[in-house]
């Protein structure tokens, strides 16, 4: 019990440290399109997309102009940097685990403190699904693919 607090610390300090480097600006990789109607899953995703890779854009944000957001899939880890503009240039970073739902079609972003998003997969896109189970307004654009694959 004590190494698993003692790494959870050394992860949440790592990624803390980290937010102080520069940030490279991702407006040019962001998509500030929001006219999408909802998007309805397509089963079994995980099998007929290559959808490991990063992916970025803006995400709804309820304390700031506006939320750019880049995700990273790998095996079953995902990586995240957020920045809230209008509010602060210096990115949030986070790690953690994603799970697939029983038909394929999303994934959720698991954080260690209980934020957790939901995305549908779609080819070259992740689309943010909200509290409602709506998805469609906000998507995540493929700007990189997994080098691994």
């Known amino acids: 019990m004590k190494l698993r607090l003692v790494f959870i610390l050394s992860l949440a300090l790592f990624f803390n440290s980290c937010g102080n480097e520069a940030v490279q600006d991702m407006s040019s990789e962001v998509s500030k399109e929001t006219t999408f109607e909802n998007v309805d ?39 995240r940097k957020l920045i809230y503009r209008g509010k602060s240039n210096t990115p949030v970073l986070s790690q ?17 403190k209980g934020n957790n998003q939901v995305y549908r997969v779609i080819e070259n896109q992740l689309v943010f699904v909200d509290s409602e189970g709506v998805a469609g307004e906000f998507r995540l654009k493929k700007v990189k693919e997994d080098e691994a694959v």
């Open 41 to 79: 899953p397509i089963p079994d995703a995980v099998n007929k997309f290559d959808w490991k890779g990063t992916y970025a854009g803006v995400l709804p944000c309820s304390d700031c102009d506006e939320l750019e957001a880049e995700v990273t899939l790998e095996n079953k880890i995902y990586s």
């Open 96 to 112: 953690g685990l994603y799970e697939w739902n029983e038909e394929g079609s999303e994934l959720t972003l698991k954080s260690f």
